[in-house]
C-alpha cells in the first residue's frame, strides 16, 4: 500500500505569507495527488487535482506541483478565510489520504 | 447544483449492522463513479469504497473488506453503503463523494459503534 506522509503536521503563519505544505509518497504516484481544504466542521473541499489544476472556484493563491514522491501545496498570500486542514490524496494504486496539515494563523 | 445528503447514521452496538444512504441530486447520477470517505473523530479521512457507474464493479479497503459493501440505484440517484458486524473502530462521519476526484462531497452522517 503506498503511504502518504505529511508535514508539517502543524504550521503557524501571518495573514500574507506564503505557505507550503509538504506531502512525501511512498512510491511513486506520478502526478495522481489531489490536495483537499477541511475547514472545522465541514466536509473537505477539492482545490487542486492532478498534482496542480486548480478546481473551479479555488481562489489563484492556492497552486500545486510535484511529480513522482514529492508534492507541495502553495498559498501565494494567506487569507484568514485559509485557516483550515489540507489533506493530500493519491490515486495512482488504490486510494491513500495523508494525515493532514493543520494551518492556523499566527 | 450538485447536492449529496446522507442519511441512516446513528448509535450502534458491535458486531450490528447498518445501512447508511446518499440521495444525489443536480448531475446524472448514473454518468459516474460513486465513494464513501470516512473521518473518526479528530482524525484524517480514510476511504471505504467505491462503486462504478452500473453497479457491478466495487472497490474497499482491507479494513472494512468483507464487511462493508457499496451499492446504488440509480433510477433513484441513490448511494448506499451496508455495513455488518461493526467495530468502535469503524465510529466516524460518513460521506458519501462522487469519486471524480471527490470534487463534490455531503454533509456527512455520524454513525457511533458502541454498547
Known amino acids: 500500500d503506498i503511504q502518504m506522509t505529511q508535514s508539517p503536521s502543524l504550521l503557524s503563519a501571518s495573514v500574507g505569507d506564503r505557505v507550503t505544505l509538504s506531502c512525501k509518497a511512498s512510491?511513486?504516484?506520478?502526478?495522481?495527488l489531489n490536495w483537499y481544504q477541511q475547514k472545522l466542521g465541514e466536509a473537505p473541499k477539492l482545490l487542486i487535482y492532478?498534482?496542480?489544476s486548480l478546481q473551479t472556484g479555488i481562489p489563484s493563491r492556492f497552486s500545486g506541483s510535484g511529480s513522482g514522491t514529492d508534492f507541495t501545496l502553495t498559498i501565494s498570500s494567506l487569507q484568514p478565510e485559509d485557516v483550515a486542514t489540507y489533506y493530500c490524496?493519491?490515486?495512482?494504486?488504490?486510494?491513500?489520504f495523508g494525515a493532514g496539515t493543520k494551518l492556523e494563523l499566527k | 447544483e450538485v447536492q449529496l445528503v446522507e442519511s441512516g447514521g446513528g448509535l450502534v452496538q458491535p458486531g450490528r449492522s447498518l445501512k447508511l444512504s446518499c440521495a444525489a441530486s443536480?448531475?446524472?447520477?448514473?454518468?459516474?463513479?460513486m465513494a464513501w470517505v470516512r473521518q473518526a473523530p479528530k482524525k484524517g479521512l480514510e476511504w471505504v469504497a467505491t462503486?462504478?457507474?452500473?453497479?457491478?464493479?466495487?472497490y474497499y479497503p482491507d479494513s472494512v473488506k468483507g464487511r462493508f459493501t457499496i451499492s446504488r440505484d440509480n433510477a433513484k440517484s441513490s448511494l448506499y453503503l451496508q455495513m455488518n458486524s461493526l467495530k468502535s473502530e469503524d465510529t466516524a462521519t460518513y460521506y458519501c463523494?462522487?469519486?471524480?476526484?471527490?470534487?463534490?462531497w455531503g454533509q456527512g452522517v455520524m454513525v457511533t459503534v458502541s454498547s
Open positions: 463523494a462522487r469519486h471524480n476526484g471527490y470534487d463534490y
Open positions: 443536480g448531475f446524472t447520477f448514473s454518468n459516474y463513479y
Open positions: 462503486i462504478s457507474t452500473s453497479g457491478s464493479r466495487t
Open positions: 512510491q511513486n504516484i506520478y502526478k495522481y
Open positions: 492532478y498534482t496542480n
Open positions: 490524496y493519491q490515486y495512482n494504486s488504490g486510494y491513500t
